[in-house]
């Protein structure tokens, strides 16, 4: 079952596309008009390189704090963590659907933790080299982000750093073309993505998977 969680939440990464423009889409314009000469695309490929890194850092965290309940016994906690990261996920396929906006509710909860890195990220700008690229990339991982949130708590549940960090790398996989192919070239490609019959068939795909989940449990 952990191979559904890691293609739903691929899934929520890739037809979460709206979303990852609106969030993410002007950072990606900002990041390439500041970049030093030469080719753009390496600093890019660097950029988002550490972007994944970053979640699959979050993802290895989480995970690892979820596997204390393996440890400690407390199965209890574990279901009911299992159980809300299922209701999340269904959540966000009403919010990719066009049917909820209680998803950007949940962004409001890493404001503080944004502010602290903040000022780590405004040390490392103007971008000068290919490692400075990743290192912005990892920090930015850290974007508020309701769709990054939902996916943390799969990885939570999923009580272990090794599968949790697969967990977050894999939803950074999805968002991949959102914001490689922002640009004339992608024009086609993005607004495939957000067609309205897309969004809301990957939303109900993604609240299928949660129902199914839960019912599995309640088995």
């Known amino acids: 079952m952990f191979e559904l969680d890691l293609g739903a939440l691929f899934l929520a990464g890739l037809l979460g596309g709206g979303h990852c423009l609106g969030m ?28 994944l890194l970053g979640y699959a850092l979050i993802g290895a965290i989480v995970g690892g704090l979820g596997s204390l309940t393996t440890l400690l016994s407390l199965q209890a ?30 962004e409001k909860l890493g404001v503080p933790v944004w502010q602290r890195i903040q000022p780590v990220l405004r040390r490392l700008l103007p971008i000068r080299n290919w490692p400075q690229s990743v290192a912005v990339g990892m920090l930015w991982g850290w974007l508020p982000c309701g769709l990054v949130y939902t996916a943390s708590l799969s990885a939570l549940a999923s009580a272990s750093p090794v ?32 067609a309205q019959w897309v969004r809301k068939t990957s939303g109900v795909l993604l609240i299928a998977i949660g129902v199914f989940r839960l019912c599995q449990m309640a088995l």
């Open 24 to 51: 993410c889409g002007g950072v990606v314009t900002a990041f390439s008009l500041q970049l030093p000469p030469g080719p753009r695309w390496r600093y890019h490929l660097g950029f988002n390189l550490g972007r």
């Open 163 to 194: 599968k949790g960090a697969a967990i977050l790398f894999l939803f950074g996989i999805g968002t991949l073309p959102n914001l490689l192919l922002i640009g004339a070239a992608s024009g086609s490609l993005l607004a495939w993505m957000r």
């Open 77 to 106: 906690v574990k279901t009911v963590l299992f159980a809300l990261a299922q209701a999340l996920l269904i959540l966000m396929g009403l919010y990719l659907a066009g049917w909820s906006g209680w998803l950007r509710r949940v």
